[in-house]
């Protein structure tokens, strides 16, 4: 017999988690303790907020491609993380978030901070459960693993009552889950290849989660003998080597107009993993729905997806990876090189350093940085106009080096780098921010060097809001409002939490200082000063 705190974890184990993030609450008592017995194998990360901690678990799930694990106290600590629980969803990331939940005999009363977590996060999750039956315990983890890796991957929720959580149960055997993924059937990957071996100007779109390292790869040999561009959805550009031949760039904000045109004016677009959202098809004005029926093939892991925005020519719920290798047993017979050369030249123009009015030209800095990071350093981001820069002048060579939201959800950054570190000790892993971004996580530099993750951080610092305060400037004209910010000193207060720091206020003072912060052994930050007037890349105010 075991109590059922003790047999959650062991189908911890049995899933190969190797970390836990979280906020201990008393809520769950039992299961921090059952963890302390298993500190060998499962590593429990404590974070200073819960956003960070569901932030992190939703970039180790992308990451990995395993879920992500948070744990959080009821009411307060189940609200704050919702945040990293609506990202994980929209990112399609899979991710568990276990909460303490109030004693079974005094649910329905509105107990000390008692809430409905179905009804609260019933439009986000995939499955939210609150285990009654110590008995049950065991199977509905199980099954919450299975479920947050079929199909469209993403979160789940499980709430745990804290008295049931001491009840005795049986030890039994505990199976990982196995979900059995689907592949394309001979009929639809006939279908492609005849309207692939008739297309004059064809188009492939690549995003989503799940790819195994090796998908890609093959992809990517196959696309270079078949000559057919190659666009990627948003924060999904490290499919492909950036510097790939056939790469014509990434569909998400500010993007190439040249690439924009170029997919408007294709006769096929293949679109494999993406579900072809309101980013990457720039507002849902990409295509026309009248017109997507002659010429799209959309090929994703959830039938559900298919045709939801977008009807299409030829539709086929299958696993990402299994589908990417069988396109690649696809000979069109011809190849489009000529329009691949032409495409990847307009990206190579596109991702040039731009020239900018103030000291700090952050198109060189983040140029520089991809020359200078190994080819499978993590490069991570929340959001703010600062993304727009790195996300345009950064090039990705590996896949699995890029962790950003598509949700758009700031304060993602620091708590993602943290989160990529930890699972890829021997990796590189940078957090880029803004001033106002950082500021949502930066007590999080706590929990990097309380657990010797080593990172390093660029705080971008226009003392604005930017995003915010571009599209002000552009609806309301001269009429500033609630987006100008009194920033501290952030080497200074990166220092205060034993993290070495330094300040950068001229582009040619940045390679100096990113050697310099590579070089520590502690987490290191970069306090980078930018002109406010430099608002986005060809952009001023």
């Known amino acids: 017999m075991t109590t059922a705190a003790e047999a959650l974890v062991k189908v911890l184990l049995a899933e190969g988690v190797t970390h836990v993030y979280c906020v201990p609450g008393e809520s769950y008592l039992a299961v921090l303790d059952a963890l302390g017995a298993v500190k060998d194998r499962i590593t429990t990360v404590t974070c200073r907020h819960e956003s960070a901690a569901a932030n992190m678990a939703a970039a ?26 609506h990202t994980a969803r929209q990112d399609s990331a899979p991710m568990i978030l276990f909460i303490g939940q109030v004693a079974r005999a005094h649910k329905g009363r509105e107990a000390f901070q008692e809430m409905d977590y179905g009804a609260f996060f019933g439009s986000v999750a995939k499955s939210v459960v609150d285990v009654d039956d110590e008995h049950q315990l065991q199977a509905e983890a199980s099954r919450g693993f299975e479920i947050a890796l079929r199909g469209r991957m993403g979160p789940v929720v499980i709430a745990l009552p804290e ?20 592949g394309l059937s001979a009929r639809s990957l006939g279908d492609i290849a005849a309207r692939l071996a008739q297309a004059e100007r064809p188009v492939m779109i690549l995003g989503g989660s799940g790819w195994r390292e090796d998908a890609p790869a093959k992809l990517s040999d196959w696309i270079a003998g078949t000559g057919i561009p190659v666009a990627l959805a948003f924060r999904r550009k490290d499919l492909i080597d950036n510097d790939h031949p056939c790469y014509a760039g990434d569909l998400g904000l500010g993007p190439n107009p040249a690439l924009i045109a170029r997919v408007q004016n294709a006769d096929l677009v293949i679109a494999l993993g993406t579900r072809l959202g309101d980013i990457p098809t720039q507002g849902y004005r990409l295509f026309k729905p009248e017109d997507t029926g002659r010429r799209l093939i959309h090929i994703h892991p959830d039938a559900a997806e298919i045709g939801r925005v977008w009807p299409c020519l030829i539709g086929a719920a299958a696993d990402v990876n299994l589908a990417a ?9 011809r190849d489009w090189r000529d329009t691949a050369n032409e ?78 570190k930890l699972a890829h000790p021997a990796r590189e892993a940078v957090a880029v921010a803004g001033d106002g971004c950082f500021l949502m996580a930066a007590q999080e530099l706590a929990t990097a060097m309380q657990t010797g993750a080593k990172v390093i951080v660029l705080v971008i610092d226009n003392g604005s809001l930017g995003t915010i305060r571009m599209h002000q400037e552009r609806d309301y ?65």
């Open 60 to 85: 180790h799930g992308k990451l990995t491609g395993r879920p992500g694990i948070c744990m959080v106290t009821r009411g307060p600590g189940a609200t704050q993380a919702s945040v990293g629980l």
């Open 163 to 182: 008295d049931m959580l001491r009840q005795t149960v049986a030890d039994v055997p505990v199976r990982a889950a196995a979900p059995k993924p689907a």
């Open 325 to 333: 290798e069988a396109l690649c047993g696809v000979a069109p017979g």
């Open 343 to 420: 495409a990847h030249a307009s990206y190579e123009t596109f991702s040039a350093p731009v020239p900018v009015s103030g000291a700090v030209n952050l198109s060189e800095i983040f140029r520089h940085l991809a020359d200078a990071l190994p080819p499978d350093a993590i490069v991570c981001n929340g959001a703010g106009n600062y993304a727009a820069w790195l996300h345009r002048f950064y090039r990705h060579r590996r896949p699995a080096t890029q962790l950003g939201p598509t949700s758009g959800a700031m304060g993602f950054g620091l708590p993602a780098a943290i989160a990529a």
């Open 477 to 541: 004209p001269g009429r500033v409002s609630a987006t100008d910010l009194a920033n501290p000193d952030f080497a200074a207060l990166a220092w205060s939490f034993g993290c070495w720091a330094a300040l950068v206020e001229r582009t040619e003072d940045f390679p100096a200082a990113l050697a310099q912060a590579r070089a520590q052994k502690m987490t290191a930050l970069l306090h980078i000063k930018t002109s406010l007037r430099d608002i986005a890349p060809g952009k001023t105010l």
